[in-house]
């Protein structure tokens, strides 16, 4: 529907004027090659997008003629913004429809039709949409970011259609940040990699004290760069935040004479605006009209001029077209709020100078990248810890800081799932090595109950202290410690006798703990004689359970083993076919088929520690572990990685593998 020598013309023009990147550049001929009725154009905050639109625009109109692009977005503000950057009149997508609707809006074969802030918009009506563009025999380009604030409808569409096409046209490169590491970082927030906290902080990016304090903090930061000129936001999700800041902002401008007391009016928010206020105006208005041909949307901002005697304000509008407008009286009374502070939601789409975020425990993924991508210069997160949600943060030791809320937030994630997504969804986490290890440890644990009570009545114990082992919380994980034991071939029976009888247990406060630490100590040092047997791992990683037990628990047992071994085969094909960044840490991979079956089994057990432990970092075992038994299953991921580096290093011909010979080792047993 485009022709490539027509693009091209159009990007070469483009790149002479250093207005367009490589990136865009290849983003935009796949674009015109698709032949598809539906494409979508992905990128992450910063990418360039609206660049990319532009230039598709001009190279479009060039082709079809004056007229054959449509611009829509599912607010209004975003409609006029996508206006002023294609130079075309844009719509929002209720008032398009409902123009279609009456029989006075049409789309018309060989149109454009470019669906800005895809995300925002929701299902159904992206459905309708793109169902009416393939009857009327037109193209729709959806353009957003899946990782960016969906739609508040019944959404998901957009991530659903990017998630299942392999060759989605996505722009990679970031172009908004003054800072070089920050370019980089906001796409691991993106992607909710949590060691991307540690770049933050390093870059003194991230503060932590109580909800007051990180308000008083982020405030008086934004009231700095506002002195000094700069372009700022006050980002919080908490709507009493937003007025108690607004408020407060107010106030500290009529004393400095930036807002002018006098004549003022009364708002819906219970605050009030006089001359030299920043209002944003909460109802689309297309009667009122602005002196640059725009008119009144859900979302400007505007500064206001004047306070009129009937109540009425005269407001320019900041950022985008500009113009004046009076907005009556009835319409400032229950459609105008303060605009100093805004939520995450009002602030996408935005780009400033500088931001500063109010983030909680109960902040989600999306409204943290969506706030800390905002400002060219600097984002800042003022990271609140006096209010822990136990669903959200990950405690550590020394309790709450700002990492545990921050890596929460990460993990935490508010974007709607279409129903096949939240299908896939339940069956990967049902599936997941996570899962299937707790299922194997809890029946092998009630499976072998009797006989490791048994094991201990007999290694020398007195029945006081059997009692205390089994009324006590040790006494599982120290079940789960001889099984490891028994699966690293040690005899328990002499191992666990000489346990008890080298050392009095009468003073120990928690016999089980101190059997633990023992048994730890010995099977730590056995791991470091070179001529002991390599132990019964399943994947890797989790000990087999030996020994006589019942054939429904052995059948259950033996049917999770072989689920977690398959798993972790289909994770390692993947990554190898993907050719995942954390790979890199692997060696080379081999070709020759011994080498390659070995270093295949190492890739295994570090994707059956990734799976486990819910790893997605770009390194091979991501952050430190947080519990006892993740950093034994990191020691053996560890010794993984140097297995298949040292495999990778004995191969001659360290060349990338090829799918068939991939398929063939992973079939190896």
């Known amino acids: 529907m485009l022709d490539l020598d027509v693009i091209q013309k159009v990007t070469r023009r483009e790149e002479r004027l250093n207005a367009l990147s490589r990136d865009q550049v290849e983003v935009l001929a796949r674009l015109a090659v698709s032949g598809r009725r539906v494409d979508l154009l992905i990128g992450p905050a910063g990418a360039g997008k609206t660049t990319a639109m532009r230039v598709l625009h001009r190279a479009w109109t060039d082709q079809h003629g004056h007229g054959t692009v449509v611009g829509l977005a599912p607010s209004a503000a975003a409609a006029q913004v996508l206006a002023e950057d294609l130079g075309i009149q844009c719509e929002n997508t209720a008032k398009w429809l409902h123009e279609h609707d009456a029989g006075r809006a049409r789309f018309c074969a060989g149109q454009l039709v470019i669906l800005d802030e895809a995300t925002l918009a929701g299902t159904l009506t992206v459905d309708r949409l793109t169902s009416l563009v393939a009857d009327a025999g037109a193209k729709v380009l959806l353009v957003g970011d899946w990782a960016q604030l969906q739609s508040v409808e019944a959404g998901g569409a957009f991530t659903l259609l990017a998630s299942v096409r392999a060759d989605t046209p996505e722009l990679t490169e970031v172009h908004r940040f003054t800072n070089e590491w920050e370019k980089a ?129 005269c407001v320019r509008r900041l950022g985008h077209g500009g113009g004046e407008v ?242 972790a085969m289909v994770l390692a094909a993947a990554a190898v076919e993907k050719d995942e960044p954390w790979l890199s840490q692997m060696g080379g991979r081999p070709m020759d088929a011994n080498e390659r079956k070995a270093w295949l089994r190492a890739v295994q057990t570090v994707a059956a520690y990734r799976d486990r432990y819910n790893v997605d970092a770009d390194t091979a075992l991501g952050g430190e572990a947080g519990t006892d038994a993740q950093k034994l299953d990191r020691a053996r991921a560890r010794q993984a990685v140097r297995r298949a580096q040292e495999v990778a290093a004995n191969d001659l011909h360290d060349q990338p593998l090829r799918a068939p010979a991939l398929g063939a080792a992973l079939t190896m047993k």
């Open 185 to 313: 970082a906001s796409l691991n927030l993106r992607f909710g990699r949590t060691e991307v906290i540690g770049r933050y902080l390093e870059h003194d990016r991230v503060r932590g004290g109580t909800t007051a304090e990180m308000i008083d903090a982020a405030y008086a930061s934004w009231r700095a760069d506002v002195s000094r000129g700069l372009d700022s936001v006050l980002i919080t999700e908490s709507t009493q935040s937003v007025t108690e800041l607004n408020q407060r902002a107010r106030a500290e401008r009529l004393l400095d004479g930036d807002t002018v007391a006098g004549a003022e009016v009364n708002l819906v928010d219970g605050t009030s605006a006089s001359e030299g206020d920043i209002v944003i105006t909460r109802r689309n208005e297309r009667r009122l009209q602005t002196g640059s041909g725009s008119w009144v949307c859900n979302g400007d901002r505007w500064i206001v001029q004047r306070v009129l005697t009937d109540g009425s304000i």
């Open 326 to 567: 009076d907005l009556p009286a009835a319409y400032v009374a229950e459609r105008v709020d303060l605009g100093y502070a805004v939520t995450a939601h009002r602030a996408q789409g935005i780009t400033i100078d500088t931001s500063h975020v109010v983030v909680t425990s109960t902040t989600t993924r999306e409204n943290l990248y969506v706030s800390m991508t905002r400002g060219r210069r600097s984002n800042i997160a003022y990271v609140a810890l006096d209010k822990p949600d136990d669903s959200h943060s990950t405690p550590e030791p020394n309790g709450i800081t700002a990492s545990t809320v921050l890596f929460g937030v990460l993990k935490h994630s508010g974007a709607e799932l279409s129903a096949h997504q939240t299908i896939e969804a339940e069956q990967a986490r049902w599936s997941s090595i996570a899962q299937l290890g707790a299922e194997y440890e809890t029946i092998a644990a009630v499976a072998q109950q009797e006989r490791w009570t048994g094991l201990l009545r007999n290694s020398g114990l007195t029945e006081d202290q059997m009692e205390r082992i089994l009324d006590s919380d040790s006494f599982g994980p120290l079940t789960a410690e001889l099984r490891r034991a028994e699966a690293g071939r040690h005899d328990l029976t002499r191992l666990m006798s000489d346990l008890i009888i080298r050392r009095s247990l009468e003073d120990a406060d928690d016999v089980g703990a101190v059997l633990i630490s023992r048994l730890h100590h010995v099977t730590a040092s056995a791991k470091r004689d070179s001529r002991r047997v390599e132990p019964k791992l399943i994947a890797g990683l989790i000990p087999l359970a030996v020994g006589p037990m019942g054939e429904e628990m052995a059948t259950a047992l033996q049917e999770r083993q072989e689920l977690i071994e398959s798993r």
